[in-house]
């Protein structure tokens, strides 16, 4: 496990990297071929994105791996992990450290290419025992997570079908292994903002300055902040000469909502406070994106599947709590499709998405056991 670490993380895979993407994907597809069932590439669905000058374009987005094992079973389950990182192909932070004799430094040795190598030796000893004959599943490695999975939602909420379980494999939420229990929502979103240009000496009075109301908004989207709902003006991007009133400026704003109500509540007030900024400063106002994460309740049914993951864990003389993450990933979409889901079943690190991040090597072979155990718990094992 370890070895298949080091190796894919000598990869870059930053998510706009589609080289990097395209060697580890191929490394990838030939490590799941050991399993049985059938190894693809799906293509990524197309994205659209806004540019600094507010026209929106394709972005391209590397393919995701799926294994399908036993898809005419009537049980089956789902478990997802992504092979993209955050760091691109020019960033400063591409090599192996060992940091002590179990403590390995590295781009994404946590998240998650750890994860990714608990999943393979997970199945590899789950198809090895009696009960996995009985039940099929489906494993994702999207490329794209670490942006939002918008080319790959539709491919998610596709395997997501019919499944009882759910396991990703995101690092736990503490080095200690907690796992990330309840989770809040999180939306991104660009105001593409249009204006009137003029001469800012001799006529400013026919311009309509997109940046003022492009900062206007920021400052109240920041106002409409509560205890359930975080608002993070993030970036204006517009104007050109001091001496002309610009007529252009994008908004960039991520929104995190604790609970569905939070979601629904800015849904509806957005649309009223574009109009109040469109009415007041005189320009027009295109909302690009919308909340791609959405909050993640601890259901009765995800506290099952919880409560047999810590029974599990005793079961191997690990200790498994959980406590509720600001965090978002594709354990989001998931539980909003109904299935039960426990979203960081992978290696025990942290300092992830910075040159500090770390994996906990032992950790590799403790949550590979965990996940064997609870997939066999799962199928009616003993």
Known sequence: MLAQVEGWCAINTGTRNLAGLAAQAGLLADAFAALPGEVRLVEAAPVEAVAADGTRTALAHGAHLVLSVRPGAARRFLLTGHMDTVYPADHAFQALTWLDGETLNGPGVADMKGGIAVILSALAAFEAGPAAAGVGYDVMINSDEETGSLSSAALIASLAQ???AALTYEPSALPDGTLAGARGGSGNFSAIVTG?????????????????AAADLALRLKHMET???????????????????????VLRFNIRPREEADAERFSRAIHGLIREIETEHEVEVHLHGGITRPPK????????????VRTCGAALGQKIGWQPSGGVCDGNNIAA?????????GVRGGAIHSPQEYLIVPSLAERAALSALVLHRLSGGE
């Open 297 to 308: 309740p601890l259901t009765p049914e995800a506290e099952a599947l919880f409560g047999l």
């Open 337 to 345: 499709l109904g299935v039960p889901v426990v979203d960081t079943m």
């Open 162 to 164: 019919g499944k009882v």
């Open 227 to 249: 205890a359930g709902l975080s608002i993070n003006p993030a970036r204006i991007d517009g104007g050109s000469a001091n001496n002309v009133v610009p007529d252009h400026a």
């Open 196 to 212: 009137r240009s003029a001469h800012a000496g001799r006529n400013p009075q026919d311009g309509r300055n997109a940046l003022v």
